[in-house]
């Protein structure tokens, strides 16, 4: 279980709020209006924002106050962060050893890795040689390899045209069943986060709220949400 417990979070002028609880293992999209704060929640979730107040806690381990690189969650970014000077496999091999002195093991998990994300034989190009679609993809193997409970997105496949998302989502939904991983994912589009399936946590007015179930939620969404969604 996944809470953030009377989390206050400043940001200059803005302030966020969350009071809310995540269940291991449910796959939770993130939506609000345009500078509402939910990427702000999920980066200090990830320990790159200072929380002010309140706790964060994963199986009741409070991690409000752990290293970033130590808490129990890898993040997937709108822009794959990959390296352009760096292979596909050396790209994925940094989210084991920031060095790439990688022991025969590792090198074998970075291809296992790869080929579970569809990308074997890829590793010896450099992202510039990758289409949109597949440097999605070695951002989603990097993400696997640090083997981490939680898996976090923001706005992953935004550059993506609708039918590759469409198939980026199933192999997120399908790695995080395998896993048991908790998944929590940015959207604007209510098309991503009905893909997802799973619960809905609203961001907005300065709250990010209680997880709800995300069919019945955008079937009939609230006022602060109608707007922005165009509904
Ligand atoms: N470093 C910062 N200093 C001050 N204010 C900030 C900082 N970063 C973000 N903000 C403000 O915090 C608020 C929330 O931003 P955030 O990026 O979390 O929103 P968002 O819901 O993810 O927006 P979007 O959907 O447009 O990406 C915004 O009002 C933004 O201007």
Do not use: C
């Amino acid at each position: 279980m996944l809470i953030f417990e009377d989390i206050e979070i400043r940001q200059g002028d803005f302030a966020l709020r969350a009071n809310l609880s995540i269940e291991a293992g449910l796959k939770v999209s993130v939506i609000g209006p345009s500078g509402a704060g939910k990427s702000t929640l999920l980066s200090a979730l990830g320990g790159f924002v200072p929380i002010s107040s309140g706790r964060i806690l994963w199986n009741n381990e409070d991690i409000t106050h752990t290293a970033p690189a130590a808490r129990p969650l890898a993040m997937v970014f709108q822009d794959s962060n990959l390296f352009p000077h760096l292979t596909v496999a050396h790209n994925v091999g940094l989210g084991l050893k920031p060095n790439l002195k990688l022991t025969a093991d590792e090198t074998a998990r970075v291809a296992t890795a790869l080929a579970r994300v569809g990308l074997e034989g890829f590793s010896g190009r450099k992202p510039a040689a990758l289409s949109g679609g597949q440097q999605s993809r070695v951002a989603l193997a990097r993400v696997l390899l640090r083997d981490k409970p939680i898996m976090v997105l923001d706005e992953p496949f935004a550059a993506l045209g609708p039918a590759l998302r469409v198939e980026m989502l199933s192999l997120v939904a399908e790695i995080a069943q395998e896993r048991g991983l908790t998944v929590l994912m940015v959207t604007h589009d209510p098309k991503d986060a009905r893909q997802l399936d799973g619960s809905t946590v609203l961001v907005a007015d300065g709250v990010a709220h209680e997880p709800v179930l995300t069919g019945p939620f955008l079937d009939a969404p609230p006022e602060a949400l109608r707007k922005y969604l165009g509904s």
